[in-house]
């Protein structure tokens, strides 16, 4: 099948191997790739909360000002070190279900958080007085997706 022939090119191309054989590039970019989890979890866990109504005393404009470009940039750091963690394992993470549906959250919670700022940014101030009830789930929504592929990372290791 043509995805088995690409990924046993990835995973025998230069970077495939240099990732699996360097003593230290895999435990040096899965550490970047924990510290985008943290900027990315830490992040939407404060904002989604605060969207959901906890925190009101701090005005929503400015905690989505603080939080949002964190959280954009945990995730630019999760997809470029992510490419590179799948680039030595390769074969056998396409052969695990949970790789997919971990990529499937992913694009889930992308697609999630653009829609919420085509909805929604041009109102924060509003927020507070009348949340929709749409983007009351789309916050909710975002938490359980962002944790779940957080889990389903972890869980790779084992299954
Ligand atoms: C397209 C983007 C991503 C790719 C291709 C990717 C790929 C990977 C790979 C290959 C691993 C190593 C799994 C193993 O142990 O065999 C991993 C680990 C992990 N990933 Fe991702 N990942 C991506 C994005 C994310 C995101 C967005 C999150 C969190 C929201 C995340 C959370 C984790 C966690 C927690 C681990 C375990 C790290 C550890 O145990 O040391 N990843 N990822």
Known sequence: MITAQWAAWLEHSPLGEWMRTSGSAYPIVNLIHLAGLVLLLGAMLLLDLRLLGLARKFPLPDVSALLTPLAAGG??????????LFAADAGPLLDNPLFFIKLACIALGIANALLFRKLWSGRPEA?????????RVQAAASLALWIAAGTLGRLLAYF
């Open 75 to 84: 995730l630019a750091l999760l997809l470029a070190s992510g490419a590179l």
């Open 127 to 135: 927020w507070d007085l009348a949340a929709p009830a749409l983007g």
